[in-house]
C-alpha cells in the first residue's frame, strides 16, 4: 500500500476536493484562473460594506456631476481593491506593482472624504486592509498605522462627527492589524508544513545512508575475501593441486552465495517502513485533508524491546489506519495516534491506537487493506483489533506485536 493522499478535503492551497467545495483564505497559493476567480468572489463580498457611500449617492444631495463622479471614483476604487487580489496571486507583478492600486485607493479615499463626505471615510478600512498585505514584513503596521493617521486627519479636516470616527476608525486600525495577524499566521502555518516534509526527507536519507553503509560494510568483506581466494585458486590451479583448488572455489561459491543472503536482508530492512517516517507522511496526509493529528511523541523514539520486524509492522498499521481516516472517515476532524504498552495472558504488548471520529465501521466489512494488515501481524505473532471507537462514534484501530523479553520500556 502507498502513502496516503488525500482523497476528500481541500487542500490548504485551495485545491478542490470531490465534492467541488473550495478552501480560500487570505496567504492561500492560487495555481489557476478559477481558484483566483473564486478567491476575488470571496473578496468582493466584504464589498458590501460600501453601501453606505452608495446610500450617500442616492440621498440627491449631491449635484448631478458630483453623483456620476462618485460613482466611478467607487467603481476605480473597488477595481484597484480586487486588483490587490490579483497581483498578490500573480507572479508577473511585482511589490512596486501591488502598491500602484494602494496608492490609488489612498488618493480616492481622501478626494471622496473631503468632497463628498464623512460617509466616504469607510474606504480608509480597504485601504488599510490592503496595506496590511502589499507592505513587507514589519512595514505592514507602520503602513496600517498610515493609513490610519491619515483617515484621523481627513475626518478632523471634515469635521467628522465623534461617533462616525470611532465607529470607522477602530475598524480601520484592527482590520489592517487582523489582516497582518492572519499573513503572519499563514506564513507560519506554510513553513511548518516545508519543515515536516523536511523531516520526512531527511528521515528517508538517513535509511539511504544506513543501507550504504550496510553494503559498504556486507560487500567490501565479501568481495576482498571472495578476490584473495579467486586469487589463491589460480595458484592452486597453476601448481597442479586441483582439490585444494576445487575447496578454494567452493568456498568463493558459499561467500558469494551469503553475500547475495546478506544484500537481500539489508534491502528488506530499507523498503521497511518506520514509525518516525510514517508518522510525518500521517501528519501531511491529515493536515491536507483538514484533519487535525494528535500523536503521541514516543512513535518518534526508539522503544526497548521492539524488534525491528514488529516495529515495521507497526508503521504498517499506522499507514493503513490513516489512509482508512482519509478516505472512509467522512466529516472527520480529528485523529489521535497512541504508543503504549499492554500485558496479556502471553506476554508483553506494544500496541498501536489510532482513533478518529468520523462516522465508524459502518455495517460493511473490512477491506483489503485491514485484512492484509491482519495477515501481516499475525506473521510476528502480533494481532489486529478493530471497531467503533467511545460512545460508538468514530472508528478505532488497535494492532498488537510482541515485545522482546527485558525489562519494560517506560
Not at 147 to 170: H, K, Q, Y
Not at 329 to 351: F, M, P
Request: proline share 5%.
Amino acid at each position: 500500500m502507498q502513502t496516503p493522499a488525500p482523497a476528500r478535503h481541500p487542500d490548504q492551497s485551495g485545491e478542490a476536493g470531490p465534492d467541488g467545495r473550495w478552501t480560500t483564505y487570505p496567504g492561500a497559493t492560487v495555481e489557476t484562473r478559477r481558484q483566483l476567480l473564486v478567491k476575488l468572489t470571496w473578496t468582493a463580498i466584504w464589498a458590501l460594506y460600501l453601501a453606505y457611500p452608495v446610500q450617500d449617492l442616492t440621498t440627491g444631495r449631491h449635484t448631478a456631476a458630483a453623483t456620476v463622479a462618485g460613482a466611478g471614483a467607487l467603481v476605480l476604487f473597488l477595481g484597484a481593491y480586487l486588483g490587490v487580489v490579483v497581483m498578490r496571486n500573480r507572479p508577473a507583478f511585482g511589490q512596486l506593482a501591488e502598491r500602484v492600486p494602494l496608492g490609488l485607493m489612498l488618493l480616492i479615499a481622501i478626494v471622496t472624504s473631503v468632497t463628498l463626505g464623512e460617509a466616504w471615510l469607510t474606504l480608509f478600512t480597504y485601504t488599510s486592509v490592503c496595506a496590511s498585505v502589499v507592505m513587507p514584513g514589519r512595514r505592514a503596521i507602520g503602513g496600517i498605522l498610515g493609513v490610519t493617521a491619515v483617515f484621523v486627519l481627513v475626518g478632523l479636516v471634515i469635521r467628522a462627527d465623534a461617533g462616525t470616527m470611532v465607529s470607522i476608525g477602530l475598524p480601520c486600525l484592527l482590520a489592517g492589524v487582523a489582516m497582518y495577524s492572519m499573513q503572519k499566521l499563514v506564513a507560519t502555518m506554510r513553513e511548518l508544513k516545508e519543515a515536516r516534509a523536511a523531516v520526512a526527507h531527511l528521515a528517508a536519507s538517513e535509511e539511504r545512508l544506513r543501507l550504504a553503509r550496510d553494503l559498504h560494510d556486507l560487500l567490501g568483506h565479501s568481495l576482498s575475501l571472495i578476490a584473495i581466494k579467486g586469487e589463491l585458486a589460480g595458484r592452486l590451479m597453476d601448481a597442479g593441486k586441483g582439490p585444494e583448488a576445487r575447496a578454494q572455489v567452493a568456498d568463493i561459491e558459499q561467500v558469494a552465495r551469503q553475500s547475495l543472503t546478506d544484500v537481500r536482508e539489508a534491502v528488506t530492512g530499507f523498503r521497511r517502513p518506520t514509525l518516525p517516517v510514517e508518522l510525518a507522511a500521517a501528519r501531511t496526509a491529515l493536515t491536507a485533508s483538514q484533519i487535525q493529528l494528535d500523536a503521541d511523541p514516543r512513535l518518534a523514539e526508539e522503544r526497548p524491546g521492539l524488534g525491528a520486524e514488529e516495529s515495521g509492522v507497526l508503521a504498517w498499521a499506522l499507514r493503513e489506519a490513516v489512509t482508512n481516516v482519509v478516505r472512509h472517515g467522512a466529516g472527520a476532524t480529528r485523529c489521535t495516534v497512541h504508543l503504549d504498552e499492554t500485558w496479556e495472558e502471553d506476554g508483553r504488548y506494544a500496541v498501536l491506537e489510532v482513533v478518529d471520529n468520523g462516522p465508524g465501521p459502518g455495517k460493511s466489512g473490512a477491506g483489503n487493506g485491514l485484512s492484509g494488515l491482519g495477515e501481516r501481524l499475525e506473521q510476528v505473532g502480533g494481532r489486529l483489533v478493530t471497531g467503533p471507537a467511545d460512545r460508538g462514534k468514530g472508528f478505532r484501530l488497535r494492532a498488537l506485536v510482541p515485545l522482546l523479553p527485558g525489562p519494560s520500556g517506560q
